[in-house]
């Protein structure tokens, strides 16, 4: 299997760090995010990726790397850009609250995160950081400081 560039980054990224994670096959990669896209319908999964309609803002310069502290302790999924080189690729990563520092040591990239349940999504594009889903409840709290 071809490792792709933000896919290959975090895996070099997750090695240096010890946090655990994989890249799911082809076929497992496409079901996952088809299955998010279907049930979350976001408004942009090209570009600056978002999510639009039932979903939360929060600032991304205060809470980039910061955010995943609030998801829970499972595996998480991301997945990227579906026009670029790692259109069809997910990186499961083992537990979710370390996402944040992975993506502090990895060179800059836009991603959308859910669990396997699909629960909720979550959108970081270059601006801002999109939430929707189940865990809404832990993100609204910032929005009112």
């Known amino acids: 299997m071809i490792i792709k560039p933000n896919a290959q980054e975090l895996t070099n990224t997750s090695s240096n760090l010890g946090i655990e ?5 082809d076929r497992a990669s496409k079901k996952f995010i088809r299955r998010a896209i279907e049930k979350f319908k976001p408004n942009k999964v090209t570009g600056h990726l978002s999510i639009g309609r039932d979903s939360i803002t929060i600032p991304l310069e205060k809470y980039e ?8 302790s499972e595996s998480a999924f991301i997945f990227f ?3 670029s080189g790692d ?9 979710a609250r370390l996402i944040g520092d992975l993506m502090e040591n990895s060179y800059g990239m836009e991603y959308f995160i859910s669990n396997n349940n699909l629960d909720y999504l ?3 594009n270059w601006y ?3 939430v ?3 865990i809404i409840k832990f993100f609204s709290k910032i929005n009112e400081v």
């Not at 790397?65 to 829970?72: A, C, G, H, M």
């Open 21 to 25: 994670v994989f890249v799911l096959d």
């Open 65 to 72: 790397f910061t955010y995943s502290k609030s998801l829970y």
């Open 81 to 83: 850009d579906q026009e």
């Open 87 to 95: 259109r069809n690729t997910v990186v499961e990563v083992k537990d």
């Open 122 to 124: 979550i959108a970081i």
């Open 128 to 130: 801002v950081i999109e």
């Open 132 to 134: 929707s889903g189940s």
